[in-house]
């Protein structure tokens, strides 16, 4: 069983991971979506597979007393879908309202913050080219 | 007070308000380092008695780091001079600041500095040192670029912290060193301990990096170059940091690690060659100059330099010599800076060429400069003379040529008298000038100190026990190692020091007599120095910065793409990397065990991102993707995570809701044409390669066996403890709780994050749509 | 979206869905629900609620902003940990209440568990619905 995960694991990584280095930033968010869920399988894997019984304690007993599903991945997973899904929610509207201000979703497109000049300064005799790293 | 002034008399008041409202601000600054300079004072006795005073506070105490103080002679002497030159030039500063802006500022920086000073002659643990060290740098760069509006002050402020600091930096791995070797952090364990650090293989490292430190702090050559530039900042400044305490800090730092590290090949030559080359080079150029300010600031480097000579030379005599000449240059170089400063603020200039004949127009300034200047040129009976006998006396007993220790000493020495002439000499005498506004001498609150200090100089020659016995004693003691009895004297007999002394003053008159000529040669050969070290700092800044616009256009080339195809290739490489090379691991597959649901939840998932990833509608994407969100909840089910199944189909549902509603705005997505390019077939490659690595990873993670404890002790607690017979819950909500917490605090920020995205949105909209209302 | 069929049948299914919500949180400590899933639940049916009247119809049904409600749920889900503080054990550690407790039976269990999940439960349906309100007032 956990070969399968293990093979869609990987499956669902390098499709995820192909999406994400799409140039289209819808793309790259479906490729997130996939990669998340790679990533919760990788963890349900981690904790192998023992059969489709809950991790429930049966009504009136202390413990389980039959082998039961681990659930400690289970706890680790169901916290990382929620986060997932809020990441997503955020960068759902980050590309919606970048989309709004630039007018495109392809992120070489997207060059609005690096207008400034990194050029070097050739550094003056008289201190000029010291007055911008003292004077910041 | 000035509010409360009748009208007719507001003259008089406001003049008697201005005045109360200086003495309380003299008061004021000066309390603290008169306090502290009594307490000094008041210690002296019983340190010359040989007691030690010592005081400790574990700081870090897993690292050894501890907040101790230790006074002895030399951390005493030390002390006394910060806190005493501190009165002066505070009540100097008091009235000589008044028209700069930032008045507060200033003096808090400069208590902070003096504190911090004396934290670095008072700490017993070296890396408390350290901190008050690196304190002392940060509060000198406060104060160099104090005038910060100037490119200048700018410029030298961030040379001064980047010399010092790198220095320090070096000196901190060299005292770690020390300390990891000599099995203590403590100066004093170190001083008394059992281990030897100069028989340590390494020793040359040790030496070498605390030595930088003391080298950069203490302006020898090559580093020597950001002193003279730190003379932009304002004159007490100088006068206190730049001359008389902080750029001591390496002196004493030397000095205090006399006992431990001196006396060996590398320590002698390393010092005297720095010390006497840099001696030399600065008193030259110390008659080069036109600005008085920069010709005490050479004058300090070499004074730097020959205490830095005197302590390579290791004899009593030499550290004798080390710590006379120390007061005896605080007193009069602190002295020469203040009067330069009052001629300054008098005539607002401090070129050589354009002053002469201020003798009748500020006489007393005139008197104080002179008696300074008879100090600091070695003319008995000031202390300077016995100063200077004892240094030749050192220098002769030299542990290494003593010839060239002591031609060094001559030669700086002789150049010093030219120096002292051009400062305190040359700029009373001649022509008088007209002046914009008639210059004047200061009031008493800028007179009084440095006249203090110039009688000092005097009394002290006259009656050199005063001296000798309380603080030079105990303090060459410290240094030396074992106890050194010190008799200073104006008169030692004809001997060969006081030969030397005449042919200094020989030398040494030449030397001013032929003033002009001297400097008309210099500048002809400074025109031909070809690489001076502060061209060299240039160039390497210039380095710096230029390597890091390059790496910078590099590494932030603003792809998103780039980015993150430059990470997941370094995943491959390195992962790929150590599972090649490491040892082979378990495969051990069970493919045959799925049943047959896990395999239509599988085949559901693979068809849904394949058609993700070749969708060329959005809706179609969209629904491929639900689709794969259901296979993952049944693979989830068939896993018995209930709660997760159930989780994973709602998250399904809110993301389709999500992505219709986002998808409605944004625009259809391009055809889906995957050309043959570099890009994508890295892309293809890179994502095939880190797929094979992720299902080769989690095959052999699987294949080993699994440590359950913890769930065991959750299945078995959940009931007994937490009373819930959700074991995934009770872990969600009791036993990971805090986890738990974390998340939905992530949660909670995501929706106030893109709640604020598109609010702002509406808010600009709303604005924009008012402005356009308003034009029309 | 205003189908009169949907409008109508929106306002029994949102109901419902909302007392199941509560009903999945309760009983999530015992059998397969909790704080997550109660509150996803709660946040299709407002999303759905808003889908058929209206965003603004669905905020007046939510009451206060949905911001604010994620503020709550944060700020119950600390309590709950501050509480096991006040008797001098770690943060978050849980205490219980039985009420009605007798011989063989626990009784009504209240414990700061359940505070914290109802924090959770809180903080999932405002901060989802925040961003979903908004962005359909954005369309």
């Known amino acids: ?136 | 007070m000035a509010q409360f002034a009748e009208p007719a008399s507001a003259h008089d008041d406001t003049h008697a308000a201005a005045t109360g409202k200086r003495l309380r601000k003299l008061v004021a600054v000066t309390a603290l380092p008169a306090v502290l300079t009594l307490i000094f004072l008041s210690l002296t006795p019983s340190i010359a008695g040989g007691d030690i005073l010592r005081w400790a506070m574990p700081w870090f105490p897993g690292l050894g780091v501890s907040l101790s103080l230790y006074v002895d002679g030399l951390g005493l002497l030390f002390a006394l001079l910060i806190s005493g030159i501190g009165v002066v030039v505070f009540s100097y500063a008091s009235v000589y600041m008044e028209h700069y802006a930032f008045n507060t500022r200033f003096f808090i920086v400069l208590t902070l500095f003096m504190l911090s000073m004396l934290g670095v002659v008072l700490s017993d643990n070296i890396i408390t040192l350290f901190v008050f060290w690196e304190l002392t740098t940060i509060t000198s760069y406060l104060l160099i670029g104090f005038t910060h509006d100037e490119a200048k002050s700018r410029y030298s402020a961030l040379q001064a912290l980047l010399v010092t600091g790198l220095g320090g930096l070096a000196m901190l791995a060299g005292l770690i060193l020390l300390g990891l070797i000599g099995g203590s952090f403590e100066l004093s364990d170190l001083r008394a301990g059992t281990v030897d650090i100069r028989e340590h293989g390494l020793y040359g490292a040790i030496l070498a990096l605390v030595l930088i430190g003391c080298f950069t702090k203490s302006a020898q050559f090559p580093f020597h170059f950001w002193l003279p530039n730190a003379m932009a900042a304002p004159t007490p400044v100088s006068a206190y940091l730049h001359s008389a305490t902080m750029v001591k800090a390496g002196i004493y730092l030397m000095a205090r690690l006399h006992p431990t590290l001196g006396g060996t090949d590398g320590w002698v030559w390393a010092l005297t060659l720095a010390g006497g080359i840099t001696a030399v080079m600065s008193s030259v150029w110390s008659l080069y100059q036109r600005d008085l300010k920069q010709v005490l600031a050479w004058t300090t480097i070499m004074g730097l330099g020959t205490l830095t000579l005197m302590l390579g030379g290791g004899d009593k005599y030499a550290v004798m010599g080390a710590m006379t000449f120390l007061v005896v240059h605080c007193l009069y170089k602190a002295t020469l800076f203040l009067a330069v400063g009052a001629i300054d603020h008098a005539t607002h200039t401090r070129d050589r060429d354009e002053l002469s004949g201020l003798r009748r127009a500020m006489p007393k300034v005139f008197a104080l400069s002179v008696a300074a200047a008879l100090s600091m040129a070695g003319l008995p009976p000031f202390i300077g003379f016995i100063g200077k006998e004892v240094m030749y006396e050192g220098a002769l007993h030299a542990a290494t040529l003593p010839a060239l220790v002591a031609g060094f000493a001559l030669a700086a020495n002789a150049m010093m008298i030219g120096a002292a002439g051009i400062v305190a000499v040359a700029p009373f005498i001649g022509p008088e000038r007209s002046w914009p506004a008639p210059p004047h001498d200061p009031p008493l609150a800028m007179w009084l100190g440095p006249a203090v200090l110039g009688t000092l100089g005097l009394l002290m020659g006259l009656l050199p026990f005063w001296l000798a016995d309380p603080l030079i004693g105990p303090a060459t003691s410290a240094v030396y190692g074992s106890p050194v009895s010190v008799h200073l004297a104006l008169w030692h007999g004809i001997n060969l020091p006081l030969l030397l002394s005449l042919a200094t003053f020989a030398l040494g008159y030449a030397c001013w007599h032929f003033r002009a000529p001297i400097r008309a040669a210099l500048e002809r050969t400074a025109a031909r120095v070809p690489l001076t070290a502060e061209q060299g700092y240039d160039h390497a800044l210039a380095g710096v910065k230029a390597f890091a616009a390059w790496q910078t256009r590099v590494l932030q080339h603003g792809s998103l793409r780039g980015y993150l195809g430059t990470i997941f290739a370094t995943i491959v490489i390195l992962t790929g990397w150590s599972l090649v090379r490491g040892n082979v691991l378990p495969m051990q597959t069970n493919l045959l065990d799925a049943t047959g649901f896990a395999w239509a939840a599988a085949l559901l998932i693979v068809a849904g991102t394949a058609t993700a990833i070749v969708a060329n509608s959005r809706l179609t994407a969209i629904c491929a993707l639900g689709a794969v969100g259901v296979g993952t909840a049944m693979l989830f089910a068939v896993h018995g995570a209930v709660d997760v199944a159930l989780t994973q189909v709602l998250i399904d549902i809110l993301f389709v809701i999500l992505l219709a509603i986002a998808l409605l705005e944004l625009p259809p997505l391009d055809r889906f044409r995957p050309r043959l390019s570099l890009a994508n077939g890295f892309a293809a490659v890179v994502s095939l390669a880190i797929g094979a690595l992720m299902t080769v990873i989690l095959i052999s993670i699987t294949s080993l066996p699994l440590d359950t404890r913890i769930t065991e002790y959750y299945e078995a607690m959940s009931v007994p403890a937490a009373h819930g017979r959700n074991i995934v819950n009770v872990i969600l909500v009791d036993f990971r709780a805090l986890d738990t917490l974390g998340e939905i605090a992530v949660i909670a920020l995501a929706g106030l994050a893109a709640y604020a995205l598109i609010s702002l949105r509406q808010k600009t909209l709303t604005a924009r749509r008012d402005d356009d209302g308003s034009v029309q | 979206m205003t189908s009169l069929i949907l409008s109508t049948a929106t306002r029994l299914i949102t109901g419902l869905m909302l007392v199941f919500s509560v009903f999945l949180l309760l009983r999530g400590h015992n059998e397969p629900g909790g704080g997550f899933i109660g509150g996803l639940v709660a946040v299709i049916a407002f999303a759905l609620y808003g889908k058929s009247r209206g965003t603004a119809e669905a905020r007046r049904a939510l009451y206060v902003h949905p911001n604010v409600l994620s503020l709550i749920g944060l700020g119950c889900a600390v309590a709950a940990g501050v509480v096991g503080m006040l008797f001098g054990e770690p943060f978050l550690t849980g205490k219980w209440l039985f009420v009605g407790g007798g011989d063989g039976d626990k009784g009504w269990p209240l414990s700061t568990i359940l505070l914290f999940d109802i924090g959770v439960y809180l903080v999932v349906v405002g901060a989802v619905l925040s961003v979903i309100f908004a962005m359909e007032e954005e369309i």
């Not at chain 1, 963890?43 to 489709?52: M, Q």
């Not at chain 1, 039961?68 to 899904?85: D, M, R, Y």
């Open chain 1, 1 to 136: 069983m956990e070969t399968l995960l293990a093979l869609l694991v990987g499956f669902l990584t390098a499709a995820g991971i192909y999406m994400m280095l799409n140039l289209n930033l819808v793309r790259f968010m479906f490729g997130l979506v996939l990669i998340s869920n790679a990533a919760n399988f990788t963890i349900l894997a981690a904790g192998r597979y023992e059969g489709a019984v809950p991790a429930l304690v049966p009504e009136g007993l202390k413990t389980v007393t039959t082998s039961v599903a681990n659930g400690l991945p289970q706890a680790l997973i169901l916290t990382a879908i929620v986060i997932s899904f809020g990441i997503l929610a955020f960068s759902v509207v980050l590309i919606l309202r970048t989309y709004q201000e630039l007018g495109t979703v392809r992120s070489d497109r997207m060059r609005i913050a690096d207008t400034t000049d990194y050029a070097p300064k050739a550094t003056a005799p008289d201190g000029q080219g010291a007055s911008e790293v003292a004077g910041s």
